[in-house]
Nanobody, 115 residues
Framework: QVQLVESGGGLVQPGGSLRLSCAGSGSAFGFFRMGWYRRAPGTSRELVATQTRAEIDNYAESVKGRFTISRDYLNNMVYLQMNSLKPEDTAVYYC?????????WGQGTQVTVSS
């Protein structure tokens, strides 16, 4: 059974940094694509960043130049380094993975950017 467990959320001041981590398990051959989505209050879930096994990245325009996605393929981990955080980055961040043509989601971790 595939499981995704996020960690690293919290409260940070504008301009600060956070690093999110996600540990994936239950995939015998690794995950084709892993990444992050987020949902702010009153909005729908949106893409933040994903990376394929070929290391092709896809970022939302709003985070380009500030966020960096990386993966540890050996351990099925995905990370999101978030710099220059803004109040509008406040959201629940969800880990995402694709495996065997199915999509999987973590439970989410809250990121709050506020002074």
């Amino acid at each position: 059974q595939v499981q995704l467990v996020e960690s690293g959320g919290g409260l940070v001041q504008p301009g600060g940094s956070l690093r999110l981590s996600c540990a994936g398990s239950g995939s015998a051959f690794g995950f084709f694509r892993m990444g992050w989505y987020r949902r702010a209050p009153g909005t729908s879930r949106e893409l933040v960043a994903t990376q394929t096994r070929a290391e092709i990245d896809n970022y939302a325009e709003s985070v380009k130049g500030r966020f960096t996605i990386s993966r540890d393929y050996l351990n099925n981990m995905v990370y999101l380094q978030m710099n220059s955080l803004k109040p509008e980055d406040t959201a629940v961040y969800y880990c995402y993975a694709e495996y065997a043509a199915n999509e999987y989601w973590g439970q989410g971790t809250q990121v709050t950017v506020s002074s």
